[in-house]
């Protein structure tokens, strides 16, 4: 049964392929499974039939048969579970890699999204210029860890995996930022995540909503 979730109508990110349902995107992609993609617009988002979804009245999701699932780690987790290609078959090398992906939800985007909420809804707040600097520093160091254990390797651990989509679709974050800049190691990583093909053909799937919306 072809698995379908859904998106922004109107997607917030410009077309830079930010918003979550990219990652899932790009995970069916890499694992060659068809999906449909149901359009939502912030109405359709708060409203009972998608709320019965998401609780928390966002996007994706994921339908399959009988399945309905939400937030992006779990429904990629549940893809690479599913599917050859984003999990190791060792069973070390696939809990390492599960790891990864939660180093990248739990551990790397907190900082990175407080960062964008700073510089994009805390301007006018008196206090943001004291602010703005103590959470840049939360994610250089971060981002100095991570260029730290990656070193001169291609993927976090071996050959790519769920770990490595989760960890690049989260850097992707700070592309605009300039802080990934500052560490070459990590912007190479996230330029071999993005010159994927199955990254590619998420990424033009995304945009071609965006265009479409952006002439309606």
């Known amino acids: ?14 077309g830079k392929g930010l918003a979550r349902d990219m990652r899932v995107r790009w995970a069916l992609e890499e694992v060659g499974q068809p999906y449909d993609v149901r359009l939502l617009s912030f109405k359709a988002m708060k409203e009972p039939a998608h709320l019965a979804l998401h609780p928390f009245g966002q996007i994706p999701t994921y339908e399959e048969g009988g399945l309905a699932l939400f937030e992006s780690g779990a429904i990629v987790f549940h893809i690479a579970a599913r599917h050859a290609g984003l999990l190791p078959d060792d069973a070390n090398a696939r809990a390492r890699a599960i790891t990864w992906m939660f ?9 990175i999204v407080d960062l964008a909420i700073a510089r994009f809804l805390e ?16 994610v250089r160091n971060r981002l100095g860890q991570l260029s730290l254990r ?11 995996s769920v770990g490595d989509l989760m960890m690049a679709s989260v850097l992707l974050r700070l592309k605009a930022s300039g802080l990934l800049d500052q560490y070459p190691n990590l912007s190479a990583y996230v330029a071999r995540g993005e010159a994927r093909p199955a990254y590619k053909r998420a990424f033009e799937a995304q945009l071609a ?7 309606t």
């Open 1 to 14: 049964m072809t698995p379908t979730i859904t998106a922004f109508e109107r997607s917030p990110d410009g």
């Open 103 to 111: 180093a990248a939800l739990s551990t790397m985007e907190p900082p």
């Open 123 to 138: 301007r006018d707040e008196a206090w943001y210029e004291q602010r703005l600097p103590l959470v840049e520093d939360r």
């Open 150 to 160: 990656l070193g001169d390797a291609d993927w976090l651990d071996g050959p790519f």
């Open 209 to 215: 909503v965006f265009t479409a919306a952006s002439w």
